[in-house]
C-alpha cells in the first residue's frame, strides 16, 4: 500500500488524514481543528504542525500534500478567501516546508478536492470537461478536462447582477441568513446556471460538507447538465492533496 498525508486547509476549519493512495481513501481518523481567528499565516502554519502531530502511523518518508483556498502559483498565495489578506503574495509554500520540517506538495483547495474526484470518484473517465464546486465558506471551482486538472478557477467569485456570488450563494451564506433548502437553490440555480452557459460541461460535480444532504438541494435545480454529489464528500481535499504530494517527481 503507498499513502501520503492530506491536509486541507479551510476558511473554517483545518482538516488533515492519513490516505491510502490505492483505494483513495482516508487511513485511521479525520483529525480536524477550527481555522484560527483572522486566519493570520503563523497561527494556520502552527494549527497545521499540531495536525501532524496528531496522526498515528506516519513517518519523515510519507509525502505531504497542503491545499489552500487561495489561487497558487510557484508555491505563493496570490489571493486569501475567507482568510487574512496576509496570505496574498506570500511565499506559502516555503513557510508550510519550514515549519513541518519535510518538503511538501503546495496546491488550491478546489484543486485537490477535483484531482481527488477524477482520479477516484464522481469525474473519473468522464470524457470531457467537468466542473467540480465546493460549497462551504465560499465556493470553490476546479475544472477536469478529459481527466487532467486545469489549475486556479476562480469561479465562485463570478460576479451575478454586481455581486461576488459566493457571498451570497455559499453553504456559509444558506446558514448565516437562515435560509430553505429551496431558497438556496434558487441562488445556486442562478450559478450553475451562469457556469453551464459559459462552459457547456459535461458534468458538475458538488462537494464541500453541505454535499451529505445532496438529496434537499441538489433535485431542485434544473440545468442541462448532469450534477452529482463529490463521491468523497468533504474528504476530497485531504484526498487530492495526498494524491498530487504521491505523484512521481515531474508529474
Known amino acids: 500500500m503507498s499513502a501520503a498525508i492530506g491536509i486541507d486547509i479551510g476558511g473554517t476549519g483545518i482538516k488533515a488524514a492519513l490516505v491510502d493512495l490505492d483505494k483513495g481513501a482516508l487511513i485511521g481518523d479525520r483529525h480536524k481543528v477550527s481555522t484560527p481567528d483572522g486566519g493570520e499565516p503563523d497561527d494556520v502554519v502552527q494549527a497545521a504542525v499540531d495536525l501532524l502531530t496528531e ?12 491545499c489552500f483556498p487561495a489561487v497558487v502559483q510557484g508555491g505563493r ?9 496576509a496570505w496574498i503574495g506570500l511565499e506559502a509554500e516555503q513557510l508550510f516546508e519550514g515549519a513541518l520540517g519535510r518538503d511538501i506538495h503546495f496546491v488550491n483547495d478546489a484543486d485537490a478536492a477535483g484531482f481527488a474526484e477524477a482520479r477516484y470518484g464522481a469525474a473519473k473517465d468522464v470524457a ?15 475544472l477536469i478536462n478529459d ?7 476562480e ?11 459566493e457571498t451570497v450563494a455559499s453553504n456559509s451564506a ?11 437553490a434558487e441562488r445556486l440555480q442562478r450559478f450553475y446556471s451562469q457556469l453551464e452557459r459559459y462552459f457547456s460541461p459535461e ?26 454529489p463529490a463521491a ?3 474528504n476530497a481535499g485531504i484526498i487530492g492533496a495526498a494524491a498530487l504530494a504521491g505523484l512521481p517527481k515531474g508529474r
Open 155 to 165: 469561479l465562485g467569485h463570478l460576479e451575478i447582477d454586481g455581486v461576488d456570488w
Open 232 to 234: 468523497m464528500r468533504n
Open 147 to 153: 481527466g487532467a486538472l486545469v489549475p486556479n478557477a
Open 55 to 66: 496522526i498515528e502511523d506516519i513517518d519523515d518518508s510519507m509525502p505531504v500534500g497542503v
Open 77 to 85: 498565495t496570490m489571493s486569501a478567501a475567507n482568510v487574512s489578506d
Open 174 to 184: 444558506r446558514e448565516r441568513e437562515e435560509l430553505s433548502w429551496s431558497e438556496w
Open 128 to 142: 470531457g470537461l467537468v466542473i467540480m464546486t465546493t460549497l462551504g465558506t465560499g465556493i470553490g471551482t476546479a
Open 203 to 228: 458534468r458538475f460535480v458538488v462537494g464541500g460538507g453541505v454535499s451529505k444532504h445532496h438529496d434537499e438541494f441538489l433535485p431542485l435545480l434544473d440545468l442541462q447538465t448532469e450534477i452529482v
